[in-house]
């Protein structure tokens, strides 16, 4: 009775160890499909232990009564051991030819070829290999950025500092200085800014002159590549200067004083250059320097433009000055198109003036307060313009030459209205011809022939005059 209790305890200790191993069992999925076989396996290995316990040990009468009371749920309930419980693993009927198929497919493993991973192109892996074009246009990008900035910074101080140190000249001179002309009011002061490398200035109230128009063209600094450009080839920066003379103040010449390395080019290129002046030696008659060429119209205007004073400043600022030009033929560039024009160019009295800021490329503000003797120089040429008289031989020469280009362009016009009424005539005998060829009447065709031969007989018959003799 003691063993039986003894037994209870036991199942009743190992019922809830039994059922959290088969729930266990149940949720894991992987050997889901081993549990009816060990269920199997574990059913028959207790019948086959039962039958062996009954051979050896028979049971009691008393035993017998008292396991025939016992509740039959117990009857079914047997207690495993871990032998017992991985005891299928050890049976050899279980895994029959398991070593057969292991041998066949590694076999099968050992025929089939090794897998090799593909290597992933440079351009679509993540790292910052992949993106040096991006960071050079961002490097290339912040450069020009910054570049921008400061090239428009020092152009904007450059123009500043002219107007500065040439402000007090200029208000000698004229009585309206930097007038932008979008008010009613004459405003004074204002440099236009035209552009990030151009400004300009505005000045008139002065004897003798309409305007004078200041440009201030410096180095496109706010552009790299013109920069690099400049570094490799150094340009400098220019103040063109244009003075507009009232009518009818200055005497008939043209007169140029320009470096001889752009001489060529600006004597083609301007309209009055090309037509009235041609290239003088004046380095032995004039104290100028050996730089400049001289392109003249008449000798007399040539000499008393070029005075002492003048002749002082080209001498001392050689490098400065590019170009000195005075005309009252003044009409501008050469247009660049092959068609000749169909009336003669407007023109004005102008003088011209285009000097060259100190240092190449390299200017600072403080080489505007140099540049002072310049300005004075361009007022000294007015003044000296609007006195001069010329003698008459002189004028009648400079008249003779304007009456000849005039002649030159009436020519010139006339063959081209020659040309244009020769086409006129053509496209209309053209357009007589398709007319006769599109006629369907043969009586009507044959009359417009019949006419069209008539005018061509009479155009080539030769023109005679009829005279008349009195007796």
Not at 28 to 50: C, G, I, L, P, R
Not at 121 to 135: A, C, G, K, M
Not at 243 to 249: N, S, T
Not at 318 to 330: G, K
């Given at each position: 009775?003691?063993?039986?209790?003894?037994?209870?305890?036991?199942?009743?200790?190992?019922?809830?160890?039994?059922?959290?191993?088969q729930?266990?069992?149940?949720?894991?999925?992987?050997?889901?499909?081993?549990?009816?076989?060990?269920?199997?396996?574990?059913?028959?290995?207790?019948?086959?232990?039962?039958?062996a316990?009954?051979n050896?040990?028979?049971?009691?009468?008393?035993?017998?009564?008292?396991?025939s009371?016992?509740?039959?749920?117990?009857?079914?309930?047997?207690?495993?051991?871990?032998?017992?419980?991985?005891?299928h693993?050890?049976?050899?009927?279980?895994?029959?030819?398991?070593?057969?198929?292991?041998?066949?497919?590694?076999?099968?493993k050992?025929?089939?070829?090794?897998?090799?991973?593909?290597?992933v192109?440079?351009?679509?892996?993540?790292?910052?290999?992949?993106?040096?074009?991006?960071?050079l246009?961002?490097?290339?990008?912040?450069?020009?950025?910054?570049?921008?900035?400061?090239?428009k910074?020092?152009?904007?101080?450059?123009?500043?500092?002219?107007?500065?140190?040439?402000?007090?000249?200029?208000?000698?001179?004229f009585?309206?200085?930097?007038?932008?002309?979008?008010?009613?009011?004459a405003?004074?002061?204002t440099?236009?800014?035209?552009s990030?490398?151009v400004?300009?200035l505005w000045?008139?109230g002065r004897?003798?002159v309409?305007?004078?128009?200041?440009?201030?063209?410096?180095?496109?600094?706010?552009?790299l590549?013109?920069?690099?450009?400049n570094?490799?080839k150094?340009?400098?920066?220019?103040?063109v200067?244009?003075?507009?003379?009232?009518?009818?103040?200055?005497?008939?010449?043209?007169?140029?004083?320009?470096?001889?390395?752009?001489?060529?080019?600006l004597?083609k290129e301007?309209l009055?250059?090309?037509?009235?002046?041609?290239?003088?030696?004046m380095?032995?008659?004039?104290d100028?320097?050996?730089?400049?060429?001289?392109?003249?119209?008449?000798?007399?205007?040539?000499?008393?433009?070029?005075?002492?004073?003048?002749?002082?400043?080209?001498q001392?600022y050689?490098?400065?000055?590019?170009?000195?030009?005075?005309?009252?033929?003044?009409s501008?560039?050469?247009?660049?198109?092959?068609?000749?024009?169909?009336?003669?160019?407007?023109?004005k009295?102008?003088?011209?003036?285009?000097?060259?800021?100190?240092?190449k490329?390299?200017?600072?503000?403080?080489?505007?307060?140099?540049?002072?003797p310049?300005?004075q120089?361009?007022?000294?040429?007015?003044?000296?313009v609007?006195?001069?008289?010329?003698?008459?031989?002189a004028?009648?020469?400079?008249?003779k030459?304007?009456?000849?280009?005039e002649?030159?362009?009436?020519?010139?016009?006339?063959?081209?209205?020659q040309?244009?009424a020769?086409?006129?005539?053509?496209?209309?005998?053209r357009?007589?011809?398709?007319?006769?060829?599109?006629?369907e009447?043969?009586?009507?065709?044959?009359?417009?022939?019949?006419?069209?031969?008539?005018?061509?007989m009479?155009?080539?018959?030769?023109?005679?005059?009829m005279?008349?003799v009195?007796?």
């Open positions: 009775m003691m063993k039986l209790w003894v037994l209870l305890c036991l199942l009743a200790c190992l019922t809830p160890l039994t059922a959290r191993q729930d266990v069992e149940v949720d894991d999925n992987e050997f889901a499909e081993f549990e009816d076989e060990e269920e199997f396996v574990m059913e028959t290995n207790n019948e086959k232990s039962e039958q316990a009954g050896t040990n028979k049971p009691t009468s008393q035993d017998q009564k008292s396991a009371v016992e509740d039959p749920e117990e009857e079914e309930t047997t207690v495993e051991t871990e032998d017992e419980e991985f005891e693993f050890i049976d050899e009927d279980e895994f029959e030819g398991f070593e057969k198929d292991k041998s066949q497919s590694s076999k099968s050992e025929g089939q070829p090794e897998l090799k991973m593909a290597d192109p440079v351009h679509l892996r993540t790292n910052w290999d992949s993106f040096y074009v991006e960071i246009m961002l490097a290339g990008l912040g450069v020009y950025f910054l570049n921008f900035l400061q090239g910074s020092k152009n904007h101080k450059l123009a500043q500092s002219w107007l500065s140190a040439h402000r007090d000249i200029l208000e000698q001179n009585s309206i200085v930097g007038d932008d002309g979008t008010s009613k009011e405003s004074s002061g440099l236009m800014k035209e990030e490398n400004y300009a000045c008139s004897t003798c309409e305007g004078m128009l200041v440009e201030l063209k410096f180095l496109k600094r706010q552009d590549i013109s920069s690099i450009s570094m490799l150094p340009s400098s920066d220019q103040i200067i244009q003075v507009d003379l009232e009518p009818k103040v200055m005497d008939k010449f043209v007169f140029a004083i320009v470096q001889k390395r752009s001489s060529g080019k004597h301007l009055d250059l090309s037509q009235f002046t041609e290239k003088k030696n380095d032995k008659k004039l100028i320097p050996t730089c400049f060429q001289v392109l003249s119209e008449i000798m007399e205007a040539t000499t008393a433009v070029l005075d002492k004073k003048v002749c002082q400043v080209l001392k050689e490098a400065c000055v590019e170009y000195i030009h005075f005309s009252d033929q003044y501008g560039i050469k247009s660049t198109d092959d068609s000749q024009p169909t009336k003669l160019p407007q023109v009295p102008v003088l011209m003036f285009v000097f060259n800021v100190p240092g490329g390299k200017s600072k503000p403080s080489d505007m307060e140099s540049m002072k310049l300005l120089m361009v007022f000294h040429c007015i003044d000296k609007s006195r001069l008289q010329l003698s008459r031989e004028k009648q020469k400079a008249e030459n304007r009456q000849k280009a002649e030159e362009y009436e020519r010139l016009t006339h063959s081209q209205r040309e244009a020769q086409l006129r005539r053509e496209e209309k005998r357009a007589e011809k398709e007319r006769l060829l599109n006629e009447d043969p009586d009507k065709a044959r009359k417009l022939e019949e006419r069209e031969n008539r005018r061509e009479k155009r080539k018959q030769p023109k005679m005059k005279m008349k009195q007796g």
